[in-house]
């Protein structure tokens, strides 16, 4: 699901190929149309949030929200089991889960990684997609949570996952 790409490409640190994108992720959503249309027109504002400005404001924005704290990282056995060795192992399984699929992942992100575990889910089978986003709805629907408490356009990502989830996690 090519949507599951877009919303896994905004959730990454804002670049100038992102910004450049931007037409392309417009119209993938439109073509695609497998979120409402609410929701597809907030994901499409932050998508055009990321672009106005200079690249450093996006980036700011991004490092304040999802790098500064816990709150709202978007590593999710974070969330799940903080800094137990119980992460490692469920890492570890994850990371696993990945090969057995066919996937590399880079060295350098971990596999708990949301962007990553939306590329994962993506090739999935319709199913199994769907399994796996419901899955990891209760965390995704407190990241929601605490960003629609910092009036953040990325809350429109959550609220997407929960609509391709089939749950409706939080209202955007």
Same mark, same amino acid.
């Given at each position: 699901?090519?949507?599951?790409?877009?919303? %896994?490409?905004?959730?990454?640190?804002?670049?100038?190929?992102?910004?450049?994108? %931007? +037409?392309?992720? /417009?119209?993938?959503?439109?073509?695609?149309? $497998?979120?409402?249309?609410?929701?597809?027109? #907030?994901?499409?504002?932050? =998508?055009?949030? =990321?672009?106005?400005?200079?690249? @450093?404001?996006?980036?700011?924005?991004?490092?304040?929200? @999802?790098?500064?704290?816990?709150?709202?990282?978007? /590593?999710? @056995?974070? /969330?799940?089991?903080?800094?137990?060795?119980?992460?490692?192992?469920?890492?570890?399984?994850? #990371?696993?889960?990945?090969?057995?699929?066919?996937? &590399? =992942?880079?060295?350098?992100?971990? +596999?708990?990684?949301? +962007?990553? $575990?939306?590329?994962?889910?993506?090739? &999935?089978? #319709?199913?199994?997609?769907?399994?796996?986003?419901?899955?990891?709805?209760?965390?995704?629907?407190?990241?929601?949570?605490?960003?629609?408490?910092?009036?953040?356009?990325?809350?429109?990502?959550? #609220?997407?996952?929960?609509?391709?989830?089939?749950?409706?996690?939080?209202?955007?």
């Amino acid at each position: 699901m090519r949507t599951l790409r877009v919303l %896994a490409r905004l959730l990454c640190y804002p670049t100038a190929e992102l910004r450049q994108a %931007a +037409p392309e992720l /417009h119209a993938i959503l439109a073509e695609e149309g $497998v979120l409402p249309a609410k929701l597809r027109a #907030a994901v499409g504002a932050l =998508i055009d949030e =990321i672009v106005r400005g200079t690249i @450093f404001d996006a980036q700011e924005r991004y490092v304040a929200l @999802f790098d500064l704290g816990r709150g709202c990282s978007l /590593h999710l @056995f974070e /969330h799940i089991y903080g800094d137990s060795r119980e992460r490692g192992q469920a890492m570890v399984a994850l #990371a696993d889960r990945y090969r057995a699929a066919g996937l &590399a =992942i880079s060295a350098n992100e971990l +596999p708990d990684y949301l +962007p990553l $575990v939306l590329e994962y889910i993506s090739v &999935a089978p #319709a199913a199994e997609a769907k399994n796996l986003l419901a899955e990891i709805a209760h965390v995704v629907g407190a990241l929601g949570e605490r960003l629609e408490k910092r009036n953040s356009s990325y809350a429109a990502l959550m #609220a997407a996952l929960g609509a391709l989830a089939g749950k409706r996690l939080h209202s955007t």
